[in-house]
């Protein structure tokens, strides 16, 4: 058997020709070093997803990967078929598992707390308004084994909120002469949206 080594120019002119010839796509990266085919863009795409968690915009797995922005976009739809747990939602590609982790976060600071408001949310986790919605009204409420309550732009648990009518409670309890709404939360920090809606 006789082997040849190719040298680089001779790979370079070789990949051409099979280029031209229709029998193999590559795509070449920003710096202009390296090739990449399709297929391995989309395994590369999927690593990365799953390398930060699960979670990740498209322009910064472009920058990552050293691959233009648009051959990225144009692999959104191969890449969800390749994994078909993948969400694309305004850029970003979400996978199932940061979506449970998620879920559970969410829970436990609810369980720790008792009241998160949705804007909050928003601006802990930067995700879309709909998305995030979409997590708290089908995953987090229909699931829920703490009683969660969606409303107003707030959630909370019953907890929460035994918690704040015995707070009125024994503030009332205590006092001599009647009080003004604002005096008692301003004096017993009771959630003010609660008792606006006659929760407490």
């Avoid at 090739?35 to 795409?45: D, K």
């Avoid at 747990?85 to 879920?103: C, D, N, P, R, W």
């Avoid at 979409?134 to 995953?139: C, E, H, M």
Wanted: net charge negative; aromatic share 8%.
């Amino acid at each position: 058997i006789i082997l040849f080594r190719l040298s680089e120019r001779n790979c370079v002119e070789l990949i051409g020709l099979l280029v031209k010839e229709g029998l193999l796509n590559v795509i070449y990266t920003t710096d202009g070093k390296d090739i990449i085919t399709e297929q391995r863009l989309i395994r590369e795409i999927l690593d990365e997803i799953y390398a930060n968690e699960g979670r990740i915009n498209i322009v910064d797995l472009a920058q990552h990967l050293k691959i233009d922005l648009s051959y990225i976009e144009s692999k959104v739809g191969d890449v969800c078929k390749e994994d078909p747990t993948l969400q694309f939602i305004l850029g970003q590609f979400i996978s199932a598992e940061y979506t449970s982790h998620l879920v559970e976060e969410i829970n436990d600071m609810l369980v720790e707390r008792g009241l998160i408001s949705f804007s909050e949310l928003i601006r802990q986790y930067d995700l879309p308004t709909e998305y995030l919605n979409s997590i708290v009204t089908n995953r987090i409420i229909a699931s829920s084994l703490h009683n969660i309550k969606f409303e107003s732009g707030t959630l909370y648990t019953d907890n929460y909120v035994r918690l704040q009518q015995n707070i009125l409670i024994g503030y009332l309890e205590a006092a001599f002469l009647p009080v003004r709404v604002s005096e008692i939360i301003k004096n017993t920090r009771i959630n003010e949206n609660l008792i606006q809606s006659n929760k407490i």
